[in-house]
């Protein structure tokens, strides 16, 4: 019995014929191998196969042949396995991918020399997993707190935010909280300093601190 059919889809020939190799030995059937987007797609509808292993960048232009290959197999073919690969991590190229639902996988090529964790990236996609590369994770985690403009503020002071919200004083805050209102008032200029709201005089800083709160939430 023949294991997954698969297609590859690699404009560099050595690594191509490596991955075809490693997938033979590993019980995989390689149906058909492409050098760029077109004969991807010709491939994937000739060969129908259960996986895909493609990389995002391909001949003519080395922009984005394989993902757009992709979305059209994945399209057509909703139950094809996808595997993308890439040199680097490309973050809104791996989101618009992955929000293709289960069987889409993205992985840095670096990853492609740990043969164990390929394999099993290749296995949790032809169950219908999802597959995201630890470094794609970290860099959405880091843009996330690069976006947020409350990342920066400690747990208490997104609860004296909070409350500021609601509309509360500095006494009202400081019986919520059960502390004196000078430790609110603290906890409130160093709100103001993280946000980077300065003193001006034609800006209210606490109401500006408040709707930078709303916008975040």
């Known amino acids: 019995m023949t294991g997954p059919r ?28 492409a050098g760029d987007g077109t004969q991807l797609l010709a491939l994937a509808r000739e060969a129908e196969p259960d996986l895909v292993v493609a990389d995002i960048r391909m001949p003519p232009t080395h922009t984005t042949e394989g993902l757009d290959a992709a979305r059209v197999i994945r399209q057509e073919r909703p139950d094809t396995g996808i595997l993308v690969l890439s040199a680097y991590v490309e973050v809104q190229h791996a989101m618009e991918l992955l929000a293709g639902g289960g069987g889409i996988g993205y992985l840095l090529k670096s990853r492609i020399a740990d043969v164990e964790e390929f394999l099993d990236a290749l296995q949790r996609i032809a169950r219908g997993g999802s597959v995201v590369d630890p470094a794609l994770v970290r860099e959405l985690v880091t843009a996330r707190r690069r976006e947020d403009p409350l990342a920066a503020l400690s747990e208490r002071e997104r609860q004296v935010l909070d409350l500021m919200a609601e509309g509360r004083s500095n006494a009202g805050i400081a019986r919520r909280l059960w502390v004196t209102e000078g430790t609110v008032e603290k906890h409130i200029s160093s709100i103001l300093t993280k946000l980077n709201l300065h003193e001006a005089d034609d800006d209210h800083r606490r109401v500006l601190a408040v709707i930078t709160f709303l916008k975040a939430r």
């Open 6 to 33: 698969v297609v590859l889809a690699e404009d560099d020939v050595l690594l191509r014929e490596g991955l075809a190799s490693l997938l033979d030995r590993s019980g995989y059937e390689v149906v058909g191998q």
